[in-house]
């Protein structure tokens, strides 16, 4: 057997519990600011935070409406009735002693997400339900103590907790990029990865295929990129293959991901798991939901990354073209206006789409520390661009593109300089390309014109050679040179016409 | 003794500084881990000018130290706290102030409130007011103490199983625990979050219901406060029917405890009232059910004192474990560890179902018990205790003696309802003995009126 056969003859099971940081203005239970990211250690407490004595939590509405929302995105019902446990352990980031979390009835019931695959198809992965929690503080060490930064500490989470369905690291990767798209697009989060907006704790067990039972399974923690997900997947299920092929057990422990080394490393045993004396939180009453409330709330929910989805689907779109579209709400939401405004049956709409795939909008995974700028960025110009000439006037000046393109007014890279003109906030793309020399010459006689020029040319001779000797594609050499005598303003279709009809 | 009306005719420096005056010539008893004369006097000079007017305007208390108050730490009697400044003020606290009453210091209580004769005080027992051989009852022993030796005319106490009741009844005044959510928890060091209340003493049953509508109502920094407004003052209703509850009138309870319980029920028929015997069966699992959900919740409500970010921190650790360990072994007291103990053990896994889970489902059978006496009887009594103040050092090595002087206060306590405890007269030894009157939910100032139609005026 080839190291092949041997991989090919096991099979990977992973579940994903992912945390994702609320999009709340103060904390899960005090008026304390939310948003420490760059503020001084300890500055952003509240005494609740800093678990003096006396104090109790007050529980914040706004993210008990977002873990809502959440519940809509996940296809879940929302609990009726959900309560706040505590769990214990002592730990200098952990101001109370307990974790204020929900053990025993989550806000979130059972639902699923569908993640699309590379393939067009998609995995269909179940939730186990997501349950309120608050986050810990953070500790750094240092050589001869430890400092305690309690700025995070009391910040609301949801955590998500998918069933085993995942088997492969590509649908890990898929489940955890759909999932920060449902999360993002239904405003639970901010979805800033860089700054461990959305973690993900990867559980991953293999066996051989076609076994009846789970292997041991090994949980990899604290993966912030959709990326070190997949990596992480792909690496424990060498590892764990090459253990059970050698003979030897996967230890049931946690694992942390080098992400330099791309290796993941033995933590801590669950053997030495703490008993978390999980018990109802009595200082918190329950939350108690109508189904009235609940919809009213979801309502609120916007256009989804799946509904997004079949609507362009329907235009023909091309699958990568959707992805792109996608990976930016604020795309996927103009998209969706012009399809609305579209006339042409979507073949405008195709076009501008594929215009959006040429700017390159912004990848969430490979997002750096000043956040993540170019989605930032396109959100802005649109939001600016509405601000100054009204809501509907960028969704009519692509059109306008994309008819000019499509008349064959203009080049796709004419289309391209209009469209980002559009972006940066001018209007109206004829006047643009008048005004920049990019509408195509289409008049047959000055196109004729330079065509008889560039074939007396001494230097076209060999291409014409080549071309009676029957290789075609010499004509592009000849076509560019009347694009560039033309300034890049004659139709190209029409300069190849009337050069093949002097041959 | 001086009730709130006799401190209105003074400057509320006079009041001040007679109250310091009276409780420095008191120190014997122990009732105060401090006094907060500095700014007791500024704020009595602020009701002098005026700046400060209200329904308590210069009335001098002193407050339980396990309330955060400002003026001297907020100890908890414990080494934990020795030296915690609050940096706010407990909600009940500021609406006193806000009806320009004093704080002049802070009394004694059994550590964290463990305890039911502040013995368990890291700074020594307090002395009961009529026999200072004898306990003052707790765990809010200093506040009962230092109202009946009439240093202040209200005191505030928690009362978590009994913590004030009790040692209303050890020292003669009269003592409330309101029902569960009447008064916010806010800035109050927490016990058992789900039995905790916040109450006070009193010599009269109208101070202790003026006290209480000034503390009562929502607030929204404690969620479990109740969002109806149900403390007015009422007038006696006539002709109510009260059960004595049987359970507490046999063997178990003195003599002489249960002669004055009858008397005291004599001169409620006499007053109009119809009263007879009510069996309350459950009341026998009572103990067990606290001693499995309080410490549970003790554990967990305890646990953020780690030494980490303030509080004692023993000295020359070298890791973090033995920081946890020996700041947690020297900052508590052996009743706080026998209940974080108890707590951690019927909360691990696989004891969890079997105790705090059992215990919780008594709980609601004994809340259905009570309900259905309530759909007959207006009130409840029974005494306060089983005995009067027993010896300083009679109980302290047999905890299980100890919980039962508990015995009567506790179910109140677990089915959150509102129960006072008022003086019935003195045994022949002298020692205050106490009748509980218990209500069902929300009938605080009710029970109030009755027992305010019953003092001798």
């Excluded at chain 1, 025993?104 to 309120?132: C, F, K, Q, T």
């Excluded at chain 1, 060999?462 to 560039?484: C, F, H, T």
């Excluded at chain 2, 059960?243 to 028929?269: C, H, N, P, S, W």
């Amino acid at each position: 057997m080839t190291a092949q056969d041997i991989l090919d003859s096991y099979e990977m099971t992973i579940g994903i519990e992912c945390h994702v940081q609320l999009a709340t203005k103060t904390k899960l239970f005090s008026s304390a600011d939310n948003n420490a990211r760059d503020a001084a250690p300890n500055t952003m407490t509240h005494p609740i935070d800093f678990g003096l004595p006396g104090m109790l939590p007050v529980l914040n509405k706004t993210a008990v409406d977002l873990a809502i929302k959440a519940g809509k995105a996940l296809n879940s019902k929302v609990a009726n009735v959900s309560r706040f446990d505590r769990k214990h352990y002592f730990y200098p980031d952990l101001p109370k002693g307990y974790q204020t979390s929900q053990m025993y009835e989550p806000i979130i019931l059972a639902g699923y997400i569908d993640a699309p695959l590379e393939n067009g198809e998609s995995v269909r992965v179940r939730i186990h339900h997501a349950h309120m929690e608050e986050d810990a503080g953070k500790l750094t060490h240092h050589s001869d103590h430890s400092l305690v930064d309690l700025n995070r500490a009391g910040t609301p989470l949801i955590e998500i907790v998918s069933e085993p369905d995942i088997h492969s690291a590509e649908a890990a990767k898929a489940y955890a990029t759909e999932l920060y798209r449902l999360m993002t697009y239904a405003g639970v989060t901010h979805g800033d990865l860089y700054h461990g907006n959305m973690r993900f704790d990867v559980n991953i067990s293999v066996a051989k295929k076609g076994a009846t039972e789970l292997g041991k399974r090994a949980e990899v923690k604290n993966l912030n990129s959709f990326r070190s997900v997949e990596k992480a997947a792909e690496y424990e299920f060498r590892r764990q293959v090459a253990l059970l092929e050698a003979g030897e057990r996967v230890v049931q422990e946690t694992r942390g991901w080098d992400d330099a080394k791309q290796v993941t490393n033995s933590q801590r045993s669950k053997e030495d798991a703490q008993d978390y004396r999980y018990m109802p939180d009595a200082d918190i009453p329950p939350i108690v939901l109508t189904d009235e409330y609940i919809a009213e709330v979801q309502k609120e929910v916007p256009t989804l990354p799946y509904e997004y989805r079949e609507i362009f689907s329907a235009l023909d779109v091309d699958r990568s073209v959707i992805g792109v579209l996608l990976s930016n709400q604020d795309i996927a939401k103009l998209m969706l206006q012009v399809v609305k405004s579209d006339k042409s049956t979507g073949h405008h709409a195709e076009i501008i789409a594929n215009l959006f795939t040429r700017i390159k909008p912004h990848d969430p995974d490979t997002s750096n520390e000043s956040g993540d700028p170019e989605n930032k960025a396109i959100g802005l110009l649109v939001s600016q661009h509405a601000e100054s000439h009204g809501d509907g006037k960028i969704i009519a000046d692509f059109i306008d593109v994309a008819t000019m393109f499509n008349n064959e007014e203009i080049s796709s890279n004419a289309a391209e300089t209009i469209f980002l003109s559009i972006l940066n906030g001018e209007t109206d793309p004829r006047q643009i390309a008048e005004a920049q020399n990019l509408l195509q010459v289409s008049d047959e006689g000055e196109i004729a014109k330079i065509v008889d020029e560039v074939l007396a040319d001494p230097a076209s001779a060999r291409s014409l050679e080549d071309i009676r000797a029957g290789k075609d594609k010499a004509i592009g050499y000849l076509v560019g040179q009347v694009m560039k005598k033309s300034q890049g303003k004659a139709n190209p279709a029409l300069a190849q016409k009337l050069i093949r009809e002097r041959l | 003794m001086t009730k709130i009306s006799d401190y209105r005719g003074h400057t509320a420096r006079e009041n001040v500084e007679r109250a310091l005056e009276k409780a420095k010539s008191v120190e014997e008893y122990n009732a105060l881990l401090s006094l907060t004369e500095v700014r007791a006097l500024e704020r009595a000079d602020m009701v002098d000018r005026g700046e400060i007017t209200g329904r308590l305007a210069g009335v001098p208390f002193v407050v339980k130290d396990n309330f955060l108050a400002f003026g001297a730490p907020t100890t908890a009697a414990s080494k934990m706290l020795a030296n915690f400044n609050a940096p706010l003020q407990a909600t009940a606290v500021e609406k006193l102030e806000a009806e320009g009453a004093i704080c002049i210091g802070k009394a004694n209580l059994d550590a964290f409130a463990h305890g039911g004769s502040t013995e368990n005080s890291a700074y020594g027992p307090t002395k009961n007011a009529y026999d200072t051989a004898r306990v003052a009852g707790g765990s809010s022993g200093g506040s009962a103490v230092i109202t009946a030796l009439d240093v202040v005319p209200f005191a505030l106490g928690t009362d978590t199983g009994g913590s004030i009741r009790q040692p209303a009844s050890f020292n003669g005044v009269v003592g409330v625990k309101p029902t569960y959510g009447s008064v916010s928890r806010y800035g109050v060091v927490a016990m058992a979050s789900s039995t905790d209340t916040i109450g006070c003493f009193a010599t009269t049953a109208a101070d202790a219901q003026l006290v209480m509508e000034v503390m009562a109502g929502r607030d929204d920094k404690d969620m479990t406060t109740l969002h109806e407004d149900f403390y007015g003052a009422e007038q006696v209703k006539p002709g109510q029917k009260i059960g004595l509850i049987k359970q507490f009138m046999g063997e178990g309870t003195d003599q002489e405890v249960r002669e004055k319980i009858l008397a005291y029920a004599e001169k409620l028929r006499a007053a109009g009232h119809a009263v007879e015997e009510v069996d309350l069966p459950i009341v026998k699992h009572t103990l067990a059910m606290y001693y499995i959900i309080v410490p549970a919740e003790i554990s967990s409500n305890l646990a953020r004192y780690d030494g980490i970010r303030y509080g004692y921190r023993a000295e020359g650790v070298r890791t973090l474990t033995e920081l946890y360990g020996r700041s947690r072994d020297e900052g508590f007291v052996t009743e706080n560890k026998r209940r974080i103990m108890i707590g951690s053990y019927v909360l691990s896994s696989g004891f969890f179902d079997a105790y705090y889970q059992q215990a919780q489902k008594a709980r609601t059978l004994l809340i259905r018990e009570y309900d259905e006496l309530f759909e007959t009887y207006d009130a409840l009594i029974g005494p306060t205790a089983p005995t009067p103040a027993f010896g300083i050092g009679e109980n302290t090595n047999d905890p299980i003696k100890m919980y039962l002087a508990d015995i009567m206060t506790v179910p109140p306590s677990l089915a959150g309802l509102p129960a006072i405890s008022v003086p019935a007269g003195v045994s022949q030894s002298g020692l205050p003995i106490g009748v509980q009157i218990i209500g069902p939910m929300k009938s605080d100032a009710r029970l109030l009126a009755l027992a305010d139609s019953q003092e001798e005026k």
